[in-house]
Nanobody, 124 residues
């Protein structure tokens, strides 16, 4: 079992920045890939970014490339999502998730453990 806890959400004006954290505990060795997803009001959950914990390889949705950066601190079992140049359309509940295998990092169904989510609201 892997427990994931997100933090760092909040209210920010358009153009601003936030950094989300995802702290993992439990059987963290099975968290081979950690991803960030989001669900905006009235929309389905979508992939944002993912990172392979061992190599640091990163993957991004086209909508956030160049604005968001995912990183990890394995000593702290924490993955971060630095979000810059935020837009109102980035407003959503952000979730982190982990999976035990490589590949298909953007596929929601491949992730077995999920955090409770943190709200990000970007005002115009």
């Amino acid at each position: 079992q892997v427990q994931l806890v997100e933090s760092g959400g909040g209210l920010v004006q358009a153009g601003g920045s936030l950094r989300l954290s995802c702290a993992a505990s439990g059987r963290t060795s099975s968290a081979v890939v950690v991803g960030w997803f989001r669900r905006a009001p009235g929309k389905e959950r979508e992939f944002v970014a993912a990172i392979t914990r061992s190599s640091g390889s990163t993957y991004y949705a086209d909508s956030v490339k160049g604005r968001f950066t995912i990183s990890r601190d394995n000593a702290k079992n924490t993955v971060y999502l630095q979000m810059n140049s935020l837009k109102p359309e980035d407003t959503a509940v952000y979730y982190c998730a982990s999976k035990g295998t490589l590949g298909s990092s953007s596929y929601i169904g491949s992730y077995g453990y999920w955090g409770q989510g943190t709200q990000v609201t970007v005002s115009s």
